[in-house]
């Protein structure tokens, strides 16, 4: 597995040379002395949202240097990815960074070449995508639950690599996270999402049945990752028995791959709110709705 410090991305020579603004002094001592212990959950909310304003600060630098950021999710069911990428997005601009999570193939995309449906996913200047799976479900739930052929499964193999050194060629920054948890953690996952009925549409019968594929799905990933944890294109494995734990990390470790500047503009000054002579019309014709809540 490729190591941190020799990710590069691979925008022109200008924009390597950026320097790296952070994540702070602050987070590079970490770094150094070990493991920051969080402790209780305000050290993570805290935590967190310094790591969220320089997420802002890496948007703006993606925006204004037109540099393609791809960021693959991939994982065991009940991972974390969906949480991961949701602490990511929240303080983002959604048309700068935008999640794609795409569903079943339908018959017609079936036809297509493998990697097709993807292709039109992939960000434009000033912009990054986090996909949420990818294309790498054949390497996984496709090969394991029967969805394709060995044949198609060993077609994949041999042009996944190829296809991201393409994108890497073309510039675009690739960078994939593994989100890796036990069994004995996913099932008690499992049980939460069972018991909690704002959590239960995330349980399909697909997880369910995979279940019964647990050592199928650990062989996959392994063959998987022999042949598609290349050196320009690593994989990055997340330790996430813990959730909040794993958010930290993994959003850190983005900052830290992908060089950037403060760019934060001045504080802005709001002009005075200027106010015309004019007169709307009666407040009920308008259709509210009830205050249920005062």
Known sequence: ???????????????????????????????????LLLGKDCAYEKELARLQIELVKLQEWIRTQSLRVVVLFEGRDAAGKGGAIK??????????????????????????????????HLPAAGEMVLFDRSWYNRAGVERVM?????????????????????????????????????????????????????????????????????????????EMFAICDTKQCPWYVVNAEDKKTARLNVIRHLLSVIPYRDLTPEPLKLPPLEKTKYVRPPMHEQNFIPEVYC
């Not at 597995?1 to 001592?29: C, F, R, T, W």
């Not at 999640?99 to 995309?109: I, K, N, Y």
Request: hydrophobic share 30%; aromatic share 10%.
């Open 146 to 222: 029967g969805f394709c052929t060995e044949q198609q499964v060993q077609e994949f193999m041999q042009s996944c690599p190829e296809f991201e050194r393409m994108l890497v060629r073309s510039s675009i920054i690739l960078i994939k996270y593994w989100f890796s948890v036990s069994d004995a953690e996913q099932e008690r996952r499992f049980q939460d999402r069972l018991n909690k009925p704002t959590k239960r549409w995330k349980l399909s019968p697909m997880d369910l049945e995979s279940r019964k594929h647990w050592a199928e799905y650990s062989r996959a990933k392994d």
């Open 87 to 120: 602490r990511i997005t929240e303080s983002l601009n959604p048309r700068i960074c935008r999640v794609v999570a795409l569903g079943t193939p339908t018959e017609r995309e079936k036809t297509q070449w493998y990697f097709q449906r993807y292709v039109p």
């Open 1 to 35: 597995m490729g190591d941190e410090g020799k990710h590069k991305h691979n925008g022109k020579e200008g924009k390597q040379k950026a320097a790296k603004a952070g994540p702070d002094a602050v987070l590079a001592s970490v770094s150094n002395k070990g493991a």
